[in-house]
């Protein structure tokens, strides 16, 4: 019994040891320029895959659930932004009754959005997603950081960039953009 705890405290020594080595040296190699340009050319190539996560309330939101679906425009709400980012996109749902087939869903960049979206949310006409799937939120949050959000095809999954930020972008023009 007591070689038995020896033998334990032993290993616990090594591995602590041997974890406390390595974590200098994946220090050391992580902040090397050439292996953060390498994390930064990797983000920026990523591709919006699918729009679907979890909203605000708890509720599972799927881009394509409802039977005439046939396209989606995904964007980012900013907190910093969120109530000229809300009439932008409450003012494009209001205008597309002629577009059959689109649908639009949010996506919420943090804490302050989705404490302003949990206040708002019976009143807007889109759903929110506080939580998402990485490689598409994190495709979407690059494109944000340039002004544009996404038009997904439900046939073909492709997704193509659509610019929404800035003022010559007006509600009109993304959704003609976005119908094209």
């Known amino acids: ?8 405290m032993a290993l616990i020594a090594i ?5 406390c080595l390595m974590a200098g040296r994946t220090r050391i190699l ?7 340009q390498t994390f930064i050319d990797q983000n920026e ?3 919006f895959e699918t729009a679907r996560g979890i909203d605000v309330s708890g509720n ?3 881009a394509f659930r409802s039977p005439g679906a046939q396209r989606a425009i995904v964007f980012m709400l900013r907190g910093d932004n969120i109530q000229r980012d809300l009439t932008f996109w409450s003012t494009v749902s209001s205008l597309r009754s002629d577009t059959r ?3 639009l869903i949010a996506y919420c960049d943090g ?7 949990r206040l708002a ?4 006409p889109f759903p929110v997603i506080a939580f998402g799937e990485v490689t598409s939120s994190q495709a979407l949050f690059n494109a944000d950081a340039e002004g544009y959000g996404f038009v997904v095809n439900k046939g073909t999954g492709h997704s193509s960039k659509l610019g929404w930020r800035g003022e010559s972008h007006t509600p009109q023009r993304v959704l003609v953009e976005a119908t094209k």
Do not use: F, N
């Not at 591995?15 to 974890?19: A, D, E, K, P, S």
């Not at 992580?30 to 953060?36: A, G, K, S, Y």
């Not at 949310?121 to 807007?124: A, G, I, R």
């Open 60 to 62: 599972v939101v799927v």
């Open 101 to 103: 087939g689109l649908t």
């Open 30 to 36: 992580i902040h090397r320029p050439d292996v953060e």
């Open 45 to 47: 190539k990523l591709q």
């Open 15 to 19: 591995l602590t040891w041997y974890g």
């Open 1 to 8: 019994m007591k070689s038995d705890t020896v033998v334990g």
């Open 121 to 124: 949310v019976s009143d807007l």
């Open 111 to 117: 804490k302050s959005c989705d404490d302003a979206v």
